[in-house]
């Protein structure tokens, strides 16, 4: 139980095209989700937390214009990468969690972001 | 702010070895994550640990949590091949960010025949 799927796993595209990045809980209700951003051989930054139907809470440092999160329902959180450049290349990873607080959080396989 | 150090960042190590790797952690948390990362992967869950003296066991890996030192370790038994990845701790906070992960820098470890 518990999967988070996550879409697609590899992008490749130009410079200023706009990037939409799905993550799906497959079997459970997802209150809140969670997008990480990794670069090469770092570890996992958190970028934004959003909760279903009101506006994502995002980290200091990240342009809330730049990535565009969406929670609309309660199994499923987009990140749109809008006007991508290459500093933007990184993997990204989601996460979810149901009910409160105190429960786990769920990761997807990641998306890998290539902006050439 | 909670801050998660890891140590070492890179071990390289023969396989039938025995090693540790430490996670420090600077403010008070209930909860402690170990995960697994292997390359171009995204994160498998090993251990949660939710008290002082939790010690948890799966395979040639312990974990274990010292909540008044703020320490968990992850000790590696006789290690092989297929141990070579990425380990990361992680822990909760629960400030303004509604119980997020804060993450080390991770320990790449290699083991080596």
């Known amino acids: 139980g518990a999967v988070v799927s996550q879409h697609p796993s590899w992008v490749i595209c130009k410079s200023g095209t706009s990037v939409k990045i799905e993550c799906r809980s497959l079997d459970f209700q997802a209150t809140t989700m969670f997008w990480y951003r990794q670069f090469p051989k770092q570890s996992l930054m958190l970028m934004a937390t959003s909760n279903e139907g009101s506006k994502a809470t995002y980290e200091q440092g990240v342009e809330k214009d730049k990535f565009l999160i969406n929670h609309a329902s309660l199994t499923l959180s987009t990140l749109t990468v809008t006007s991508a450049h290459p500093e933007d290349s990184s993997f990204y990873i989601c996460?979810?969690?149901?009910?409160?607080?105190?429960?786990?959080?769920?990761f997807g396989d990641g998306t890998r972001l290539s902006i050439l | 702010e909670l801050k998660v150090e890891q140590n070492p960042l890179f071990l390289s190590m023969q396989e039938g070895k025995n090693y540790t790797i430490y996670c420090n952690y600077s403010t008070t948390s209930d909860r402690l994550y170990w995960y697994r990362q292997d390359p171009g992967k995204s994160l498998e869950s090993l251990f949660v640990?939710?008290?002082?003296?939790a010690v948890k066991q799966e395979g040639r890996l312990m974990a274990s949590l010292d909540t008044k030192a703020r320490l968990s370790t992850l000790h590696i038994t006789a290690a092989v091949h297929d141990l070579s990845a990425t380990y990361f701790c992680?822990?909760?906070?629960?400030?303004?960010?509604?119980?997020?992960?804060?993450f080390g820098k991770g320990t790449k470890l290699s083991v080596k025949p």
């Open positions: 640990l939710l008290s002082n003296g």
């Open positions: 992680a822990v909760i906070t629960y400030g303004g960010s509604q119980g997020n992960l804060i």
């Open positions: 996460s979810a969690r149901y009910v409160a607080g105190n429960q786990p959080q769920h």
